[in-house]
Structure formats: structure tokens, C-alpha cells
């Protein structure tokens, strides 16, 4: 069965900290990966996708994700945490032609000053 | 360019009503999503047209729930009647062209939120 694991529920980083939010996947054919982010009263943004090449993904605002297939996972990391990335994270996989996406349940952040 | 739109950002209703959300597209968008989260749940698809043809419709809870997309530009979805568990977000995303996917994504809207009481 196609689906999504976000462990982490809540997460709370200091401002300047770096950040690393987990997502395992399990999909039974070749995964494309995406990571989206919703931000209060504003609709998902794609921060990255990934789906063939260099395992490493740079996105937007500064996060980078990186596919590992031995562990069926796509985490996403931030070197240094801004208060503006307070959001709610959601990890998505899907099929090559991007038909239809299976979400985690989304991970929230919260960022002290 | 203008985003994916959603009207109504919120809607209450009582347990039997109907309610209809609407979802504009990216102008010249021919693929059109919709999804929905249940309170603090994944995002589940519910369906998938491309134009005004229904591609995939495997993600709908039950017959109460009719999606629309009449010329292949916008669409709506109604809940008749809408039952206490159809409360949540209401998301529509929309795409160009989906066999391209170094160029492709899926871009959402705001989500509606649908409170049944």
C-alpha cells in the first residue's frame, strides 16, 4: 500500500538552529518525492521535488531534502532556522506522472525567538 | 499569474445541508485536483480531472459527494447531504502538463473549511 510517514507531529527549534524533518515512504513503484509547505491561511507550496539524478535536492527558502532508497526515506533539512519558517510541512509521493499524491499527516514547526 | 483559487475559505453548515466549493484553476491548467484533510490527518486525494473528463475518482468517500468541471476550467464539488465526518479542509491543486516532471507540479489553492454541525 502507497503511503506517507511524518513522525513528528510538532517539532519547536530555536531561531539560527538547524532543522530536520523525517519522512519515510512506502510506494510500489519508482517514488517521486515532494516536499510542501502551508504557511497560515495560504495554500501548499511545493519547497522541492524530486524524481530522477542527484539524490540531494535544493529547494526554496533555503532547504535541501535528501532520497535515500535503502531507507525509503526523504528528509528535509535547514541549516539555520528563520522565524518566517514557522509553517506546517507536509511530505508527498507520487506517480511519474504525478496523477495523484499520498500525503503524510504533516509535521508543524515552531520557531522560538 | 494568479494561483489556484477556492471559494468559500470557510463554510458552516448543519448536518443534512448541501454545500457547493468551487475551485478556479490556473488559467490554461488542464489537469485539476481535489483533496481533503480531516482534522489533523493526511491529505487525501479525492479525484482528478483532466479537462472536463473525470481521470481517477478512486478517492471519493461516497456517492454524497459530486465533482464537477463543466468546459474543463473550473470546478465544483458538493456534499448532498453533508454528514458530521465530511468536516475538514477542502483542497484543490491544479497542473499543466503531467508527463513532464522536471517542469510539472501540482499547485494548490488555499483549502476550504468545511464545518458540519
Known amino acids: 500500500a502507497q503511503s506517507v510517514t511524518q513522525p513528528d507531529i510538532h517539532i519547536t527549534v530555536s531561531e539560527g538552529a538547524s532543522l530536520e524533518l523525517r519522512c519515510n515512504y512506502s510506494?510500489?513503484?519508482?517514488?517521486?518525492l515532494f516536499w510542501y509547505v502551508q504557511s497560515p491561511g495560504q495554500g501548499l507550496q511545493l519547497l522541492l521535488k524530486?524524481?530522477?539524478?542527484?539524490?540531494l535536492v535544493q529547494g526554496i527558502k533555503g532547504f535541501e531534502a535528501e532520497f535515500k532508497r535503502s531507507q525509503s526515506s526523504f528528509n528535509l533539512r535547514k541549516p539555520s532556522v528563520h522565524w518566517s519558517d514557522a509553517a506546517e510541512y507536509f511530505c508527498?509521493?507520487?506517480?511519474?506522472?504525478?496523477?495523484?499524491?499520498?500525503f503524510g499527516s504533516g509535521t508543524k514547526l515552531n520557531v522560538k525567538p | 499569474e494568479a494561483g489556484v483559487t477556492q471559494f468559500p475559505s470557510h463554510s458552516v453548515i448543519e448536518k443534512g445541508q448541501t454545500v457547493t466549493l468551487r475551485c478556479d484553476p490556473i488559467?490554461?491548467?488542464?489537469?485539476l485536483y481535489w483533496y481533503r484533510r480531516v482534522m489533523g490527518k493526511e491529505i487525501k486525494f479525492l479525484l482528478h480531472?483532466?479537462?472536463?473528463?473525470?481521470?481517477?475518482e478512486s478517492g471519493m468517500p461516497n456517492n454524497r459527494f459530486l465533482a464537477e468541471r463543466t468546459g474543463g476550467t473550473y470546478s465544483t464539488l458538493k456534499v448532498q447531504p453533508a454528514e458530521l465526518e465530511d468536516s475538514g479542509v477542502y483542497f484543490c491543486?491544479?497542473?499543466?502538463?503531467?508527463?513532464?516532471?522536471?517542469?510539472?507540479?501540482?499547485?494548490f489553492g488555499p483549502g476550504t473549511r468545511l464545518t458540519v454541525l
Open positions: 508527498a509521493v507520487g506517480p511519474y506522472n504525478f496523477n495523484k499524491f499520498y
Open positions: 488559467s490554461g491548467h488542464d489537469n
Open positions: 524530486y524524481f530522477s539524478g542527484d539524490t
Open positions: 491543486a491544479s497542473s499543466q502538463d503531467s508527463a513532464n516532471p522536471s517542469t510539472d507540479t501540482q499547485y
Open positions: 480531472f483532466v479537462k472536463e473528463s473525470k481521470q481517477d
Open positions: 510506494y510500489g513503484a519508482t517514488p517521486y
